[in-house]
């Protein structure tokens, strides 16, 4: 243990778009503001990222190491040496790191400096290339404890990573309560919806197959004909969701909300009836457990792993438009069944709150410096 109570982590992420790992890192560096146990160091190694600003305005301790996404390179060995400079004038306890560009510049910055390393493993995923497969495996050498947000993300690490056979530690994701107790936004006031609403959040990428979700929503409004999707999220595949809006004949009854700050998102899931995630691969989302904190059922994919902790409020769809769509008419078509998954929703919410994840997390790096 450090010869002071307080023990300095350096979180290295990548960098910090919109997404679920940078609303943890959010949540997680502000309830660190004030606690004496831990001080958070932020190191954002392309110094890019659409939340950046917000970690900024909010007094999170971040330090921008570069300040392009060309640095996030493998061969860049320069971001190397600047992440290992960082962390020496840091001196941190733990090094803490995040995806596998956080993950590669974190673990080799931290050779030879006497640093314990966390890797966080959170999502399922398998890196499409040989080298970056080899990469993660051969940099199991120097980590020391994995994280994973999930027992399928356990199996990532067990096949994907930990060549080392280092110690491994499920810790389910978590949120602040108090971020979610907000007003829902009025959606016929902004959008013109004036029926059941089913809400998606996330990067538009094709992982998150939001243009099945689209295609889904066409079939669900046979049968609902006031149903309405708000997807809340930006990204590259924007316009090609646009388009197919269109061409679906969905109109106005489909809207694309764009991106929206930390504080904005749960006025969109208050104002929601259901949440739909029918993803490719997920980790354990963070925006499930914040819809699970605001009473809302989730239609979700079998490839998302929060049904370990919220089996009891969502129905399993495939990846495929009929199934998804089935599902989601299964649940706007019986409102009796959607209250009782709210009122368990609210129920099994209550044990993934950040104040719990705080304690646990803080035993973690208790227990890997002893």
């Given at each position: 243990m450090?010869?002071?109570?307080?023990?300095?982590?350096a979180y290295?992420?990548g960098?910090?778009p919109?997404?679920?790992?940078?609303?943890?890192?959010?949540?997680l560096?502000?309830?660190?503001?004030?606690?004496?146990?831990?001080?958070?160091?932020?190191?954002?190694?392309?110094?890019?990222g659409?939340?950046?600003?917000?970690?900024?305005?909010?007094?999170?301790?971040v330090?921008?190491v570069?300040?392009?996404?060309?640095?996030l390179?493998?061969?860049?060995?320069?971001?190397?040496g600047?992440?290992?400079?960082?962390?020496r004038?840091?001196?941190?306890?733990?090094?803490?790191?995040?995806?596998?560009?956080?993950?590669?510049?974190?673990?080799?910055?931290?050779l030879?400096?006497?640093?314990?390393?966390?890797t966080?493993?959170?999502n399922?995923?398998?890196?499409?290339?040989?080298?970056?497969?080899?990469?993660?495996?051969?940099?199991?050498?120097?980590t020391?404890?994995?994280?994973?947000?999930?027992?399928?993300?356990?199996?990532?690490?067990?096949?994907e990573?930990?060549?080392?056979?280092?110690?491994?530690?499920v810790l389910?994701?978590?949120?602040?309560?108090?971020?979610?107790?907000v007003?829902?936004?009025?959606?016929?006031?902004?959008?013109?919806?004036?029926?059941?609403?089913?809400?998606?959040?996330?990067?538009?990428?094709?992982?998150?197959?939001f243009?099945?979700?689209?295609?889904?929503?066409?079939?669900?409004r046979?049968?609902?004909?006031?149903?309405?999707?708000?997807?809340?999220g930006?990204?590259p595949?924007?316009?090609?969701?646009?388009?197919?809006k269109?061409?679906?004949?969905?109109g106005?009854?489909?809207?694309?909300?764009?991106?929206r700050?930390?504080?904005?998102?749960?006025r969109f899931?208050?104002?929601?009836?259901?949440?739909?995630?029918?993803?490719?691969?997920?980790?354990?989302?963070v925006?499930?457990?914040?819809?699970?904190?605001?009473?809302?059922?989730?239609?979700?994919?079998?490839?998302?792993?929060?049904?370990?902790i919220?089996?009891?409020?969502?129905?399993?769809c495939?990846?495929e438009?009929?199934?998804?769509a089935?599902?989601?008419?299964?649940?706007?078509?019986d409102p009796g069944?959607?209250?009782r998954?709210?009122a368990r929703?609210?129920?099994?919410?209550?044990?993934?709150?950040?104040?719990?994840?705080?304690?646990?997390?803080?035993?973690?790096?208790?227990?890997?410096?002893?």
């Open positions: 450090p010869k002071s109570n307080t023990i300095r982590v290295v992420v960098g910090l919109f997404g679920g790992v940078e609303n943890w890192l959010y949540d560096g502000i309830a660190f503001q004030d606690d004496p146990d831990v001080e958070a160091h932020i190191i954002n190694v392309s110094g890019t659409r939340k950046t600003p917000e970690f900024f305005e909010a007094g999170l301790n330090i921008c570069c300040d392009s996404k060309n640095a390179k493998t061969q860049r060995l320069s971001t190397v600047r992440v290992r400079a960082q962390l004038r840091i001196r941190p306890h733990i090094v803490h790191t995040l995806q596998f560009s956080g993950d590669y510049f974190g673990r080799l910055a931290a030879g400096l006497g640093l314990p390393v966390i966080h493993i959170r399922v995923k398998s890196e499409r290339t040989f080298r970056r497969r080899m990469i993660n495996k051969l940099l199991s050498f120097q020391d404890l994995y994280l994973s947000v999930s027992r399928a993300a356990l199996g990532t690490i067990r096949k990573h930990n060549l080392a056979h280092r110690p491994m530690q389910y994701n978590a949120v602040e309560p108090s971020k979610l107790n007003p829902p936004h009025d959606f016929s006031a902004m959008f013109g919806l004036n029926g059941p609403v089913v809400v998606g959040v996330g990067r538009l990428v094709e992982q998150k197959n243009d099945k979700l689209l295609q889904a929503m066409a079939l669900v046979r049968e609902v004909p006031d149903a309405g999707l708000v997807i809340v930006d990204g595949l924007r316009q090609d969701l646009e388009q197919l269109e061409r679906l004949g969905l106005g009854n489909a809207v694309l909300a764009g991106y700050p930390n504080s904005e998102v749960p899931l208050r104002a929601s009836t259901l949440l739909a995630m029918p993803s490719d691969y997920e980790g354990l989302p925006t499930h457990v914040e819809a699970m904190f605001c009473g809302l059922p989730a239609v979700i994919s079998d490839h998302v792993p929060s049904i370990e919220a089996a009891d409020c969502s129905l399993v495939s990846t438009v009929e199934s998804i089935a599902r989601l008419t299964e649940l706007l078509t069944r959607c209250r998954m709210s929703a609210c129920e099994l919410a209550g044990q993934y709150t950040m104040d719990n994840y705080v304690k646990q997390l803080k035993d973690v790096y208790r227990g890997l410096l002893k």
